[in-house]
């Protein structure tokens, strides 16, 4: 079985590629990733010399190589995470994110139904869908309609679209999966948890945007790996599943967890100029995936006491990417 992952050196997709290899060693792994300022492959030390992992550096944008690729390699899955992923960058400029994200899947999806894989599992988010209001008994489905408010989320549902549309049009079996916000170990730190605990760990202010109300509703990303898992074996062709472990918490919530539990004063927390058409609210109702056989592993607060704890047994990891671009880019957006 050949399986590409795409975005493989970035967060989700590096904790995938190691679920999987570990997990599958009759599967032969590929993992292609263009290696962007959110790609970086010293992650996968302890599995880069297995047998059943291959590394392809590519732009998922560049379609002669893309489909030179796929015909080569005649891949049966592909688990498309490659893209640009922050929502701030996205508000600066969106350019990269149109390519990347909706070009870069359109490619690949052309390149798929070429050698009619077995299966197209496209990685998207529940901002798809927008925001909620801070009602708790309201989620959002996979019914929801698609209301996507920052260009990255609105590149993510054109992508999600097309995607639909290649199911609908020429049979390509796919799904889509759009799940919360994750956490856990090789998050980027420009994301709000890795950037509080490596902030705070240097005694440094943590940028708290407008009022800290706003909630996201977060998962471990081992969960997130399961699930797919389990999307990409056992999902029905053509369905969307929402992935999310009700885990709902202010940001504010978040940044006074990691505080406490680093033993450090609040006094580290500033209150900055909110993010232009920051959503309120996401909050995922997961009963699709967990009737077809998913249950999150973690709790919160177990979860969240791993992941610092991880910060703390892997500075050389973070330091080396605060110290570089990344500050640069901190000390321009803030
Ligand atoms: P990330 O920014 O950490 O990693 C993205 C990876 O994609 C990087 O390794 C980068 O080099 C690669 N990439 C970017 N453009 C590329 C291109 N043109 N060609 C090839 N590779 C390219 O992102 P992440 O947080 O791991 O998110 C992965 C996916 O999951 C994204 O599609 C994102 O929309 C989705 N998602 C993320 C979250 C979250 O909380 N982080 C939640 C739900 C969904
Ligand atoms: O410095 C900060 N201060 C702050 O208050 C940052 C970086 C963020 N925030 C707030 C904004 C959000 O309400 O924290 C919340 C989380 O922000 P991010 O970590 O940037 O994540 P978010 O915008 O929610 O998007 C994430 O989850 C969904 C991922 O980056 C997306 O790729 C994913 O689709």
């Not at 688990?79 to 899947?105: C, K, M, P, Q, Y």
């Not at 889509?176 to 730190?189: L, M």
């Not at 997961?286 to 991880?310: A, M, R, S």
Request: net charge negative; charged share 25%.
């Amino acid at each position: 079985m050949n399986v590409l992952i795409t975005g493989g050196a970035g967060f989700i997709g590096g904790n995938f590629v190691q679920y999987m290899v570990n997990n599958y060693p009759d599967y032969d792994i590929y993992n292609l990733d263009l290696l962007t300022y959110a790609g970086d492959l010293t992650k996968h030390k302890e599995i880069e010399d297995k047998e059943n992992y291959h590394f392809i550096k590519a732009d998922i944008a560049d379609r002669e190589n893309i489909l030179t690729l796929f015909k080569e390699k005649k891949f049966d899955y592909v688990v498309h995470f490659a893209a640009e992923s922050h929502v701030d960058r996205s508000i600066t400029d969106s350019e990269i994110f149109i390519r990347s994200n909706v070009l870069g899947t359109q490619v690949l999806l052309d390149a798929s139904k070429e050698i009619n894989v077995k299966k197209f599992v496209h990685i998207s988010t529940d901002e798809v869908y927008g925001e909620l209001d801070f009602d708790p008994s309201t989620f959002f489905t996979e019914e929801t309609p698609l209301q996507p408010n920052s260009p990255y989320s609105a590149s993510k549902a054109s992508s999600d679209l097309l995607v639909r549309a290649y199911h609908e049009t020429y049979g390509l079996p796919i799904n889509i999966t759009r799940c919360s916000n994750n956490y856990g170990p090789y998050h980027f730190p420009e994301k709000l948890i890795p950037l509080t605990i490596s902030r705070v760990l240097n005694d440094e202010k943590v940028p708290v945007y407008g009022d800290g109300k706003n909630i996201r509703d977060w998962l471990h990303v081992d969960d997130h790996c399961s699930a797919i898992d389990l999307v990409m074996h056992k999902g029905v062709d053509g369905e969307v599943y929402n992935v999310g472990g009700h885990n709902e918490k202010t940001n504010l919530e978040v940044v006074q967890t990691i505080i406490k539990t680093l033993d450090k004063s609040e006094d580290l927390i500033e209150f900055v100029k909110d993010r232009l058409g920051h959503d309120k609210r996401y909050a995922i109702n997961p009963t699709k995936l967990e009737n077809l056989g998913w249950q999150p592993k973690y709790d919160f607060d177990t979860g969240i006491e791993q992941t610092i704890q991880w910060y703390l047994d892997n500075k050389q990891w973070w330091e080396k990417i605060i110290d570089g671009e990344y500050r640069k880019y901190f000390e321009k957006h803030y």
